[in-house]
């Protein structure tokens, strides 16, 4: 039992890890394309995608997407 708690324990571990880098990678590349410049044409080819992913899933995902457009607008 003891064994299979620390391969719990190293796996929970490892997938943090993960999440933690891929959501650091993520802000480096906002950040690089916000000092570029770049950011607004990016969120404006990223919007149609992420709206219409929303729109498929409906409910509450849809809510905040529309939300967060009028806001930005």
């Known amino acids: ?3 299979y708690l620390e391969y719990l324990a ?4 490892i997938i943090g890890g993960v999440i933690a880098l891929v959501v650091l990678a993520l802000f480096a590349v ?3 394309l916000r000092r570029l410049g770049k950011l ?9 995608m992420i709206r219409e ?15 967060v457009v009028k806001e930005r607008r």
């Open 30 to 32: 906002a950040m690089i």
């Open 53 to 67: 992913s929303a729109r498929r899933r409906g409910g509450l995902a849809n809510m905040v997407v529309e939300r």
């Open 1 to 3: 039992m003891e064994i």
């Open 40 to 48: 607004d044409r990016a969120r404006d080819m990223v919007e149609p």
């Open 10 to 13: 190293i796996r929970f571990a």
